[in-house]
């Protein structure tokens, strides 16, 4: 049995100061000879797991296996040599001539946590074929040396602290080449791709056009609306840059790029690089979790309960709006929050994803994830930093001050 009181309330008086009291009625805990030691020790161990990140080698394999399909949209398609000299630059000579050739940079921003909490969120360059992780974001980006080169960036960004997304691809190409924009949508069942492409062609060269797209699936993946994104382009003699901007806190969104290239000089049309975005959507559509690692059904032991104070109605009026709808009438034990850090209990609640640190007690962090205090009863109760507590109201992440002055007991026999 678990009863939810307020602080320092005597044994004696408990049940009648509870807001909230419900029990298990199917006996459970004889299959784990009785008690709590043996739950958590033998069989539902808390210890922390991997930090969730969004899927993104599958989809590159995917966009791998099924490149040909890809190439052959494209007449003449050049299929450009990777130059093993610098792992963040790709060079060609019958793309770049002897230039620097093309690199691609990434950078975000959050707004939650302080500077220290960012440490591996930071700006770089891309190293082509190798993952990056973003822990705090529960962001991942990766790319592959393929035809077409792809560069995949999973926004997974659950409680929406990150708000600023820069993707810029620099290349080297002179200025006396031609240049034409292309920018257009693409939907699939549930799926939404946007894309914009910068062109160059009319030289010695092989022609070149640098893609950006996103996709996003508010139904299947939870993705948020597509972004207001502000494209820059800037042209030197010897190179340019072609960027994106976004001050959104997007969620469950990927963004991609790739480098489509033709033989001769010749521009690519405006259709083919049609056919080309809407094949990689076909493709991304295939991908029924954004994030699939983040659920962990096999994984917990959920118990339905019966109350004697209160009911699911009031459980839900007690839940943070932001993580609302959770299965109610339940008690679990173990949980994982998005940075692999484990919950003992959650009290009157089933959940199987990230949001587990906003409703469960009994946190212990992830040793990988140290930059977050995740040791404690009530860890993270109080929503993300800088939240403003309703004194009875739950609001954004957070429960109320009524809930975080309160203690949860638990009885067994």
């Known amino acids: ?48 797991e991997n930090v969730f990140y969004p899927d993104v080698k599958s989809m590159l394999d995917r966009l791998d296996a099924k490149s040909t399909e890809i190439t052959n949209l494209i007449t003449d398609f050049y299929f450009y040599d990777y130059h093993e000299i610098h792992p963040t630059v790709i060079y060609d000579n019958n793309l770049f001539g002897n230039s620097y050739g093309m690199e691609i940079y990434f950078d975000t921003n959050q707004s939650c946590y302080s500077y220290e909490y960012g440490a591996n969120c930071q700006a ?16 991942m980006r990766s790319s592959r040396k393929m035809h077409p080169f792809f560069a995949l960036f999973a926004v997974g960004n659950f409680d929406h602290c990150f708000n600023y997304f820069f993707f810029h691809v620099y290349s080297s190409r002179p200025n006396s080449n031609l240049k034409v924009g292309y920018k257009g949508n693409h939907t699939l069942n549930n799926f939404f791709l946007h894309y914009e492409a910068h062109c160059k062609y009319g030289s010695s060269y092989a022609s070149l056009c640098d893609v950006w797209f996103c996709v996003l699936n508010t139904k299947k993946w939870k993705s948020s609306a597509m972004p207001a994104i502000k494209t820059y382009i800037y042209t030197y003699s010897t190179h340019y840059s072609f960027e994106w901007k976004i001050h959104e806190a997007v969620s469950n969104t990927l963004f991609g790029y790739t480098m489509v290239s033709r033989k001769s000089g010749v521009l690519i049309p405006e259709t083919e690089i049609n056919a080309v975005t809407y094949k990689i959507l076909e493709i991304i559509s295939e991908t029924g979790n954004f994030c699939p690692d983040c659920f962990y059904d096999d994984k917990v032991l959920t118990v339905p309960v019966q109350f004697s104070i209160g009911n699911d109605s009031v459980v839900n009026s007690m839940l943070p709006p932001s993580v609302q709808p959770l ?85 067994y026999r």
């Open 124 to 139: 770089d360059y891309v190293d082509y074929g190798l993952d990056f992780r973003c822990d705090l974001g529960n962001m």
């Open 1 to 48: 049995m678990l009863r939810h009181v307020p602080n320092q309330t005597p044994l004696k008086t408990s049940r009648e100061q509870s807001f909230l009291q419900y029990q298990t009625e199917n006996e459970f805990m004889q299959i784990y000879k009785g008690n709590l030691h043996e739950i958590f020790n033998s069989r539902y161990p808390v210890k922390p």
């Open 327 to 411: 299965q109610t009438g339940f008690v679990q034990f173990r949980a994982y929050g998005r940075t692999g850090s484990v919950y003992a209990i959650c009290p009157a609640v089933k959940v199987n994803d990230w949001r587990s640190e906003y409703v469960c007690i009994g946190g212990m962090n992830n040793p990988q994830s140290h930059r977050f205090d995740d040791c404690s009863d009530f860890t993270n109760w109080n929503g993300l930093p800088g939240t403003l507590l309703n004194e009875t109201t739950p609001v954004d992440y957070a429960h109320s001050r009524k809930d975080l002055d309160s203690t949860i007991m638990i009885f």
